[in-house]
């Protein structure tokens, strides 16, 4: 089976790994979640994110034909809520995960237990948690289309 693609996930969630560009045959791991810095949103886009929502954040990453549920296009955050970016509902999404659907599990991963173990139990873990999800969020506001 030569055309296949694997998308390697995070424990907590996090996709990365593409080997290879294949047709039909996408398979999604998950795999530990790589450390990357806090400060960067960008940077924790490109590893955790991109698989799924796609480089420019418009939902069309290589995993997302593996998936039930279509990534959200990130950069019509903003114009799908009335022109104001929803920061609140961003950063709950990437704590908790999504709100918990009519039917069956969401593909979206939970991030908040997946990001704090990079602190590795460290007494700032809290607020490392908060620092990686606030320059996610930040970092989704950048990349929002009017
Ligand atoms: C395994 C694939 C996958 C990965 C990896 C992933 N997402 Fe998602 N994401 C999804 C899917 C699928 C949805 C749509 C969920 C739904 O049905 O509402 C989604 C939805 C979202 C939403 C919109 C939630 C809402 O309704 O307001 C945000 C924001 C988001 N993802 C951010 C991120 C960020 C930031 C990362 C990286 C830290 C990430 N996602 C990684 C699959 C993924």
């Not at 969630?13 to 996408?26: D, E, R």
């Not at 990453?61 to 549920?69: F, H, M, S």
Request: proline residues 6%.
């Amino acid at each position: 089976m030569p055309n296949r693609i694997h998308v390697a996930f995070v424990a907590g969630l996090l996709a990365t790994a593409v080997f290879g560009i294949a047709q039909t045959n996408v398979q999604v791991k998950q795999v530990p979640v790589n450390p990357t810095s806090a400060a960067s949103g960008k940077l924790m886009y490109q590893n955790y994110c991109i698989v799924c929502h796609g480089a420019d954040g418009k939902g069309d990453g290589p995993a997302a034909v593996a998936l039930k549920d279509q990534p959200t296009d990130l950069t019509m955050l903003a114009k799908n809520n009335g022109g104001k970016f929803p920061d609140d509902r961003v950063y709950t999404v990437l704590q908790f995960g999504v709100e918990t659907p009519a039917h069956g599990t969401k593909d979206m991963p939970i991030w908040g237990p997946a990001l704090r173990s990079l602190a590795k139990g460290s007494s700032a873990a809290d607020m490392q948690e908060h620092q990686r999800i606030a320059n996610l969020t930040m970092y989704l506001k950048s990349l929002q289309q009017m």
